[in-house]
Each structure stands twice: as structure tokens, then as C-alpha cells.
């Protein structure tokens, strides 16, 4: 299994912006696809975005389409993600997970990390 470590979560005001990353170590991380989920209080966790092993593809959930993007650098075993044009409804706990397919599905991704709080004020 690949171990994995989010950091740059925090407090923003609604309009502004973060950068998530994820630091994994352990196996290839090449791999992997990696994706991020979320989950806010009371609520399951959900699909965020994902990216393919060479980064060549991406998907994302709707209610982030056009504001969030992710990206990969397996040169520096890190996956990232910018968020643009932040909400409210953005607050959540943000895990990254490894997977070996493509999915939007929880169960299909076998490593998370910790995760990393992201709150935004209106």
C-alpha cells in the first residue's frame, strides 16, 4: 500500500482560494490513480476529483467543475488540488486516496490519508 499525508487546508473567506497537496510514500506512486474525496459533518463523503496515473485524465464532481482543478507530479510523489472560487458549502474534511482504477466510488480506493480541514466563511 502507498501511505498518504494532505496538508494546506485551512480557513478561507467564500471567493478565495486554497491549494491542497498529498505527499504519498511507500509504493510507486506512478501506480496509482489518486483522487479526493470529502466529507462534511453529517454527511458521507463524496467524490471530489480524480486523475489518472500519467495525469492525462481528470474528472470531477459537478459541484466543483470549472473551480477546482487537480493535478499530479510523480516526479515529486504529490498529488494536488487548487481550489478557485471557494463556497461555504466547500467546508469539509478533504482526504486524498489511491486507487487502481478511475472511479468516483469510495469503496475502489484502497489508501487515504488523515485528512485536512478546509473551512469557508461567508
Known amino acids: 500500500q502507498v501511505q498518504l499525508v494532505e496538508s494546506g487546508g485551512g480557513l478561507v473567506q467564500a471567493g478565495g482560494s486554497l491549494r491542497l497537496s498529498c505527499a504519498a510514500s511507500?509504493?510507486?506512486?506512478?501506480?496509482?490513480?489518486m483522487g479526493w474525496f470529502r466529507q462534511a459533518p453529517g454527511k458521507e463523503r463524496e467524490f471530489v476529483a480524480s486523475i489518472s496515473r500519467t495525469g492525462g485524465g481528470t474528472s470531477y464532481a459537478d459541484s466543483v467543475k470549472g473551480r477546482f482543478t487537480i493535478s499530479r507530479d510523480n516526479a515529486k510523489n504529490s498529488v494536488y488540488l487548487q481550489m478557485n472560487s471557494l463556497k461555504p458549502e466547500d467546508t469539509a474534511v478533504y482526504y486524498c486516496a489511491a486507487a487502481f482504477l478511475q472511479s468516483r466510488a469510495p469503496e475502489q480506493y484502497g489508501s487515504w490519508g488523515q485528512g485536512t480541514q478546509v473551512t469557508v466563511s461567508s
Open positions: 511507500g509504493r510507486t506512486f506512478s501506480g496509482y490513480v
